[in-house]
């Protein structure tokens, strides 16, 4: 594997290859082959868990990490991203994963860029190992994906979690339903699952999926309160009790308490929202050693 960019480019074989390889690390097996390797996590947008997960991962499996902070980078001087990501290269990184507010920035670097690009998130575009740690926590929980029904709630159309879930979760055999503000729902989705009142969305599904609001990509802002957002749209602790019994609860974080879920459900026994966190760190670590590997 050269780069991870999107999902869609992932072969069945090799989204199952991942998570096999995650599930390997979660049981404490190492790899030397990260030793002497030289990675830089180029955060142009916000993050918690993607920054601090991938270095997480990267230090496990020993690999030298090169600090870059885009606020305080000649970046701020105007150096553009692919002069940022060939200097990163000149000096011997050997990979890069980037976070990026531009939808399918990698586009620009795929010619005259030669290491591997992890992507971290662009834009609206794509999330691809937020969708390998979903994955991963449901395949956990499930063993499989055939014949699951999984909701994606929220704010759909803004939500590059939404996109690479849905793509995979469909590929995988999952049938895919999206629910929320219908204004944030977008017909390309389709393809990928049919849209459902909130209701029906919730007491349906295996797994439900709840998304921010993601305010810093909307034009405009939402005319409902929060109130009124977590009562017409959200997890409330009245739906929750009409979910399947053995269904769970999850969120790509970082999640607002009392508007797309209700502050009690967040460390429910329903819930798997932190487990998806914990998993990041195995999956990224597949992730890397899939790239580096010769
Ligand atoms: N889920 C996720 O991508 O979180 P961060 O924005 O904190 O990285």
Same mark, same amino acid.
Request: charged share 30%; net charge negative.
């Given at each position: 594997?050269?780069?991870? *960019? ?7 074989? $090799? ?26 996590? &180029? ?11 991938? %270095? ?32 990163? $290269? ?7 994963? !980037?976070?990026? $507010? ?6 620009? *670097? ?8 992890? #992507? ?5 575009? #794509? ?7 979903? /994955? /991963? ?6 063993? +499989?994906?055939?014949?699951?029904? !999984? ?31 219908? %204004? ?18 919730? %007491? ?17 802002? +939402? ?11 959200? &997890? ?9 019994? #053995?269904?769970? !609860? ?5 999640? #607002?308490?009392?508007? %797309? ?30 790239? /580096?590997?010769?």
């Amino acid at each position: 594997m050269k780069h991870l *960019l999107t999902m869609n480019e992932l072969t069945t074989e $090799e989204i199952e290859s991942i998570l096999t390889q995650a599930e390997k690390f979660k049981n404490c097996e190492t790899w030397d082959g990260a030793r002497e390797k030289y990675i830089s996590n &180029l955060f142009f947008e916000a993050s918690t868990r993607t920054r601090c997960s991938f %270095e997480m991962a990267e230090r496990k499996l020993g690999i030298s990490v090169i600090p870059f902070e885009a606020a305080t980078s000649s970046v701020q001087k105007g150096e553009s991203l692919y002069d940022t990501v060939k200097f990163m $290269e000149s000096i011997g990184v050997d990979a890069v994963v !980037i976070r990026h $507010e531009e939808d399918h920035y990698f586009r620009q *670097l795929m010619e005259g860029i030669n290491i591997p690009i992890i #992507n971290g998130g662009d834009g609206c575009g #794509n999330h691809p190992t937020q969708c390998l740690l979903d /994955l /991963l926590t449901i395949k956990e929980e499930f063993g +499989s994906f055939e014949d699951l029904k !999984i909701s994606i709630i929220g704010d759909i159309k803004h939500s590059r979690v939404a996109r690479s879930n849905a793509e995979a979760l469909t590929k995988l055999g999952a049938t895919v339903c999206f629910s929320g503000p219908k %204004e944030w729902f977008s017909n390309a989705l389709l393809e990928n699952g049919e849209y459902l009142e909130i209701d029906e969305a919730i %007491e349906t599904s295996d797994g439900v999926m709840l998304l921010r609001i993601q305010h810093e990509r909307h034009a405009s802002t +939402s005319q409902l309160t929060k109130e009124e957002y977590h009562d017409s749209f959200g &997890l409330t602790i009245e739906r929750e009790k009409r979910m399947k019994r #053995n269904s769970i !609860i999850m969120h790509p974080a970082p999640f #607002n308490r009392g508007v %797309e879920i209700a502050d009690e459900l967040v460390e429910s026994a329903k819930s798997r929202i932190f487990k998806q966190m914990e998993n990041g760190v195995f999956v990224r670590m597949a992730v890397l050693k899939k790239v /580096l590997e010769k």
